[in-house]
C-alpha cells in the first residue's frame, strides 16, 4: 500500500440479489463522490477512486443477501453539495431516505452528511466534514 493511502481497510463488501440492478445504483450514486466502478464480473462490481474499495457481490454462501443490523457504510464527500448529490442520486435510482441531508450536532459542528438504504437495504450514508468547523487541533 502507499504511504499516501489515507485508508484504514482494505475493502468492504456488501451483498446483493441483483448485481446488475445494484451496479445501476451505484454506478449513479458513488459518481457522486468521485467513485468509479473499477471491475466487473458476473458474481460482482467494485468500485474506488484508485483502487477497488468497496464491492457489491452475490452471497458467497449462496443464499439470500441480507443486511447487517447496525451496520452501514459512509462515503466521504467533498462538498455539502455532494452530500445532496449522493442523496438525490440514490432516491432516483430506487433508493430509500433512511436520513435526509443536513448537519448533524449530535456527531459535531463540523459534520454534513445524509443516509439512504440502497435496493437491498444497506444502510449507506454521504458526509462532508468541514474543516473550518473542527474543534481542537487537526
Aim: with cysteine; net charge negative; proline share 8%.
Amino acid at each position: 500500500m502507499s504511504p499516501n493511502n489515507p485508508s484504514i481497510l482494505s475493502h468492504v463488501s456488501v451483498g446483493s440479489g441483483n448485481i446488475e440492478r445494484a451496479q445501476v445504483f451505484y454506478d449513479a450514486v458513488l459518481a457522486t463522490v468521485g467513485c468509479t466502478r473499477l471491475d466487473t464480473y458476473p458474481f460482482a462490481v467494485s468500485y474506488g477512486k484508485a483502487f477497488p474499495e468497496f464491492w457489491v457481490q452475490t452471497p458467497i454462501n449462496e443464499k439470500p443477501a441480507n443486511v447487517g443490523n447496525g451496520s452501514h457504510f459512509a462515503f466521504i464527500a467533498d462538498s455539502k453539495e455532494a452530500v445532496d448529490a449522493f442523496f438525490d442520486a440514490a432516491l432516483n435510482h430506487g433508493g430509500i431516505d433512511d436520513g435526509k441531508p443536513g448537519p448533524r450536532p449530535d456527531y459535531g459542528p463540523a459534520y454534513y452528511g445524509c443516509f439512504v438504504r440502497d435496493l437491498d437495504g444497506h444502510k449507506i450514508e454521504a458526509t462532508y466534514w468541514d474543516a473550518e468547523k473542527m474543534e481542537g487541533p487537526a
